[in-house]
């Protein structure tokens, strides 16, 4: 059974870098493609990105020119960074494996506050 795991600050300073890693247990990254979603407070889902099973990662056009998407094959982990962050950004963070063009399963999710 696949499961995902998030680590990082719950909280980052504006114009700072958030920094999010999901962990990968049950099954193996180079087999799936891989997303980060968001849902910010009283708001939607938000499609960040994602990162192919080939390694080559995917930019929401919105949020593109703050997002980088990378993976460690080695420890089977794939890490969100979003920089110059805004308390626009606060939001309840997902990592999710895409599989049959859907999402699932997702993580638990990790709240991140963008405050001074």
């Known amino acids: 059974q696949v499961q995902l795991q998030e680590s990082g600050p719950g909280l980052v300073k504006p114009s700072q870098t958030l920094s999010l890693t999901c962990t990968v247990s049950g099954g193996s990254i180079t087999t799936h493609g891989w997303a980060w979603i968001r849902q910010p407070p009283g708001k939607g889902l938000e499609y960040i990105g994602f990162i192919a099973a080939s390694g080559n990662p995917y930019y929401s056009p919105a949020l593109k020119s703050r997002t980088s998407i990378s993976r460690d094959t080695s420890k089977n982990q794939f890490t969100l960074q979003l920089s110059s962050v805004t308390p626009e950004d606060t939001a309840v963070y997902y990592c999710?494996?895409?599989?049959?063009?859907?999402?699932?399963?997702w993580s638990q999710g990790t709240h991140v506050t963008v405050s001074s």
């Open positions: 999710a494996r895409i599989a049959n063009a859907s999402f699932g399963p």
